[in-house]
């Protein structure tokens, strides 16, 4: 019997793991509002990205393709943000926003 859990149970745990990595990440933005467009703290929103892309990934390789194309798209939005010159804090944030509410839907709905 293989120990490795059931993958309703990884996603779970993976959708729970994301989340908490997303809830310190919009923390950190909300903290730092204007300073983040500062390059000290950009490198510090990258560094703190790096938990939540770890977390999505695991949560991806439990979906469908057709399930995880919408994250894969959040997901890029929110990287794209952190990459512009300054980064957009506001495209970061309503990306975060759609990212948590996927997750919410999926876990009240685990179908």
């Known amino acids: 019997?293989?120990?490795?859990?059931?993958?309703?149970?990884r996603r779970l745990q993976s959708l729970l793991g994301l989340g908490a990595a997303l809830h310190v990440y919009r923390t950190t933005l909300q903290v730092l509002g204007e300073q983040a467009l500062q390059p000290d703290q950009r490198r510090e929103?990258?560094?703190?990205?790096?938990?939540?892309?770890e977390r999505l990934d695991a949560l991806l390789d439990t979906l469908p393709a057709a399930a995880a194309g919408p994250l894969?798209?959040?997901?890029?939005e929110i990287e794209d943000g952190l990459l512009d010159d300054p980064p957009s804090l506001s495209a970061i944030a309503d990306a975060l926003d759609a990212l948590e509410q996927a997750c919410e839907c999926m876990l009240?709905?685990?179908g």
């Open 1 to 9: 019997m293989s120990q490795e859990p059931e993958k309703p149970l």
């Open 72 to 76: 894969r798209l959040l997901r890029q």
């Open 45 to 53: 929103l990258l560094t703190l990205w790096r938990p939540c892309q």
């Open 108 to 110: 009240l709905d685990p």
